[in-house]
């Protein structure tokens, strides 16, 4: 069974090594965990449904707190405290179309509200109920998630919107075919989710972004039904797949999905380099960018990142072993690890692999090999559940990310690490901030912050402690020229950044938009559009 106040399955542990224990501990300082609510004292919280009765809509108590929230680090304080304000006040399973179309008839006519749940994994508070006086119902899709069709001759498959990333490889698998779409959170969340928050997946290098895998579908809104066709390429005025992709729930529910596949891969394989510092590592991977070499995966990891990736994968004998041979060769101080991956033809790749090697070799990276990345590649949808873990053992992590251009990447490092690192000097409390530059693109490349701090016995000042970090890592973000989200997507955290960055026209042209698709707002309310966070005046 999936946890309800954390990642994963229950039955699934991973534990936190004792090296990263001692790393933690002698950074961050000695913790006292306090204990977490337990599930049947949160039910025990849950207000009575407001909802008038719907054959669709459960009101279980359980259901509805399994609902409640996602995957932000302010959603587990509200989980694994019990301090959950608002809760959905009932969950549907649509099934079909018209059972969609039946729930907003009814969500109309009783002034309630819908919010699409793919699979619950935001990290920005996208399928958090926000809106007190509005009553509310998570509309889980998980229902929708058909397989389709397949079609070879133009590599192009059909899917129900709410299937999950395994079955949909899976299935697709059994045809010799691949989506390549591979975000952390893989395990639960949907293909409907990935293109409505347009998600980014680990090997986006070879296999593109969704936006570059979404080819058409269909979205259901309460004025209508929009079916996109899946052409290669069109100029048929303004393209709509791109005013789907990323709207949040707040434009309709998708409830079919066409996206463009490919062959499974010949040859796959995960290299790890290690570079003098992050200065040589960056000049790697920015000159493979922007050769155009078709690697799959370029993920540089700074110094802090390394260290703890090393301490994270330490089984007691290989780790300081490795260390001493980077020691050895001179790799004293600030080193760097780079895991990159080869996902092409047989007859490409060795091209690709000695393309790459000269260019590491020219920035002085040793390779270590594929033992590394293997690892990496093995546990890389395991790494979440080590969340678990560093909860309990009494510490809040979270992460955010951003992209922006080449030219501004190290000044924008520097600067949100500096501002995460010292937000909460004033409470006498250290952070621990690390990155990687996690997708690469010819004009520049997303950056991955981590960051770690003790969790306080009051949940209340935990969350102040993430507001003020979260605050101002966002500000030096849109001060350094980075967009406010490259993959999270905006939800409810990022509201407050996102007309620094579109413009007022700009926030405008999304309300109308709203308007036009959803004209009572009954979608999703608060999330991506401030303005539209209450039912419409005109109601
Ligand atoms: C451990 C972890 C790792 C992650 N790693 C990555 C990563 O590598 N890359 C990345 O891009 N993101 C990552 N994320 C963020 C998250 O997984 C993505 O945003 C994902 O796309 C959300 O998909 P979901 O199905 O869980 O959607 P949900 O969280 O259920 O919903 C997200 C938004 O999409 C809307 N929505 C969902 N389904 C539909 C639909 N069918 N029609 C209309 N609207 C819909 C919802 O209303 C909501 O606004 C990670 C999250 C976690 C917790």
Same mark, same amino acid.
């Given at each position: 069974?999936?946890?309800?106040?954390?990642?994963?399955?229950?039955?699934?542990?991973?534990?936190?090594?004792?090296?990263?224990?001692?790393?933690?501990?002698?950074?961050?300082?000695?913790?006292?965990?306090?204990?977490?609510?337990?599930?049947?004292?949160?039910?025990?919280?849950?207000?009575?449904?407001?909802?008038?009765?719907?054959?669709?809509?459960?009101?279980?108590?359980?259901?509805?707190?399994?609902?409640?929230?996602?995957?932000?680090?302010?959603?587990?304080?509200?989980?694994?405290? $019990?301090? !959950?304000?608002?809760?959905?006040? +009932?969950?549907?399973?649509?099934?079909?179309?018209?059972? /969609? #179309?039946? @729930?907003?008839?009814?969500?109309?006519?009783?002034?309630?509200?819908?919010?699409?749940?793919?699979?619950?994994?935001?990290?920005?508070?996208?399928?958090?109920?926000?809106?007190?006086?509005?009553?509310?119902?998570?509309?889980?899709?998980?229902?929708?998630?058909?397989?389709?069709?397949?079609?070879?001759?133009?590599?192009?498959?059909?899917?129900?919107?709410?299937?999950?990333?395994?079955?949909?490889?899976?299935?697709?698998?059994?045809?010799?075919?691949?989506?390549?779409?591979?975000?952390?959170?893989?395990?639960?969340?949907?293909?409907?989710?990935?293109?409505?928050?347009?998600?980014?997946?680990?090997?986006?290098?070879?296999? $593109?972004? !969704?936006?570059?895998?979404?080819? +058409?579908?269909?979205?259901?809104?309460?004025?209508?039904? /929009? #079916?996109? @066709?899946?052409?290669?390429?069109?100029?048929?005025?303004?393209?709509?797949?791109?005013?789907?992709?990323?709207?949040?729930?707040?434009?309709?529910?998708?409830?079919?999905?066409?996206?463009?596949?490919?062959?499974?891969?010949?040859?796959?394989?995960?290299?790890?380099?290690?570079?003098?510092?992050?200065?040589?590592?960056?000049?790697?991977?920015?000159?493979?960018?922007?050769?155009?070499?078709?690697?799959?995966?370029?993920?540089?990891?700074?110094?802090?990142?390394?260290?703890?990736?090393?301490?994270?994968?330490?089984?007691?004998?290989?780790?300081?072993?490795?260390?001493?041979?980077?020691?050895?060769?001179?790799?004293?101080? $600030?080193?760097?690890?780079?895991?990159?991956?080869?996902?092409?033809?047989?007859?490409?790749?060795?091209? /690709?692999?000695?393309?790459?090697?000269?260019?590491?070799?020219?920035?002085?990276?040793?390779?270590?090999?594929?033992?590394?990345?293997?690892?990496?590649?093995?546990?890389?949808?395991?790494?979440?559940?080590?969340?678990?873990?560093?909860?309990?053992?009494?510490?809040?992590?979270?992460?955010?990310?951003?992209?922006?251009?080449?030219?501004?990447?190290?000044?924008?490092?520097?600067?949100?690490?500096?501002?995460?690192?010292?937000?909460?000097?004033?409470?006498?409390?250290?952070?621990?901030?690390?990155?990687?530059?996690?997708?690469?693109?010819?004009?520049?490349?997303?950056?991955?912050?981590?960051?770690?701090?003790?969790?306080?016995?009051?949940? $209340?000042?935990?969350?102040?402690?993430?507001?003020?970090?979260?605050?101002?890592?966002?500000?030096?973000?849109?001060?350094?020229?980075?967009?406010?989200?490259?993959?999270?997507?905006?939800?409810?955290?990022?509201?407050?950044?996102?007309?620094?960055?579109?413009?007022?026209?700009?926030?405008?042209?999304?309300?109308?938009?709203?308007?036009?698709?959803?004209?009572?707002?009954?979608?999703?309310?608060?999330?991506?559009?401030?303005?539209?966070?209450?039912?419409?005046?005109?109601?």
């Amino acid at each position: 069974m999936r946890r309800w106040n954390g990642w994963g399955e229950e039955s699934i542990e991973v534990k936190l090594p004792h090296t990263a224990i001692r790393y933690l501990n002698d950074y961050l300082g000695s913790v006292h965990p306090e204990p977490d609510c337990s599930l049947d004292d949160v039910i025990s919280l849950i207000p009575p449904s407001r909802l008038p009765p719907h054959p669709l809509i459960s009101c279980d108590s359980e259901d509805r707190l399994r609902h409640s929230r996602g995957q932000s680090l302010p959603d587990w304080i509200a989980l694994r405290s $019990g301090k !959950i304000d608002i809760f959905p006040d +009932g969950v549907a399973y649509p099934k079909n179309e018209e059972e /969609i #179309k039946d @729930l907003f008839t009814y969500s109309r006519q009783n002034a309630i509200c819908l919010i699409p749940y793919g699979g619950g994994t935001s990290v920005v508070g996208h399928i958090n109920p926000n809106q007190l006086d509005i009553p509310s119902v998570a509309l889980d899709l998980s229902r929708l998630n058909n397989f389709h069709d397949l079609d070879k001759t133009s590599q192009i498959a059909k899917f129900g919107a709410g299937i999950r990333g395994p079955d949909l490889e899976q299935r697709l698998h059994r045809e010799g075919y691949t989506l390549g779409h591979f975000p952390q959170s893989f395990e639960y969340s949907t293909l409907g989710g990935w293109v409505a928050t347009r998600s980014c997946g680990q090997q986006s290098h070879y296999y $593109g972004r !969704i936006e570059d895998m979404f080819a +058409g579908g269909q979205l259901i809104s309460p004025a209508g039904t /929009i #079916k996109l @066709l899946p052409f290669p390429a069109s100029a048929a005025g303004p393209d709509l797949r791109q005013i789907i992709l990323g709207s949040e729930g707040r434009f309709g529910v998708l409830t079919e999905v066409i996206v463009r596949v490919k062959p499974l891969p010949e040859v796959e394989e995960f290299y790890g380099v290690f570079f003098h510092d992050w200065e040589s590592g960056y000049k790697a991977v920015k000159e493979i960018a922007q050769s155009d070499i078709p690697v799959s995966m370029l993920r540089l990891s700074d110094p802090e990142e390394t260290q703890v990736t090393l301490a994270l994968s330490d089984d007691g004998k290989m780790v300081p072993l490795g260390k001493q041979v980077l020691k050895f060769l001179g790799y004293s101080q $600030g080193y760097c690890l780079l895991i990159y991956a080869i996902t092409a033809r047989k007859k490409h790749a060795g091209n /690709i692999r000695a393309a790459v090697s000269s260019i590491l070799r020219k920035n002085r990276g040793l390779g270590s090999g594929k033992f590394i990345g293997n690892k990496w590649r093995h546990t890389r949808f395991s790494t979440p559940y080590l969340r678990n873990s560093i909860w309990e053992y009494g510490l809040a992590l979270d992460t955010l990310e951003t992209a922006v251009s080449w030219n501004q990447i190290r000044s924008l490092c520097q600067a949100v690490k500096g501002s995460i690192r010292n937000a909460l000097s004033n409470q006498n409390e250290k952070v621990l901030v690390f990155s990687h530059l996690s997708h690469v693109y010819n004009y520049g490349a997303s950056v991955y912050f981590t960051y770690l701090f003790r969790r306080s016995s009051d949940p $209340g000042l935990t969350l102040h402690h993430w507001y003020i970090i979260k605050s101002a890592a966002s500000q030096s973000i849109l001060d350094y020229g980075g967009t406010i989200s490259h993959q999270h997507g905006v939800g409810l955290d990022h509201i407050p950044y996102l007309s620094q960055e579109k413009g007022q026209l700009g926030m405008q042209t999304l309300e109308n938009l709203s308007k036009t698709f959803d004209p009572d707002g009954i979608l999703n309310p608060g999330v991506l559009i401030p303005d539209a966070n209450k039912f419409r005046d005109e109601r």
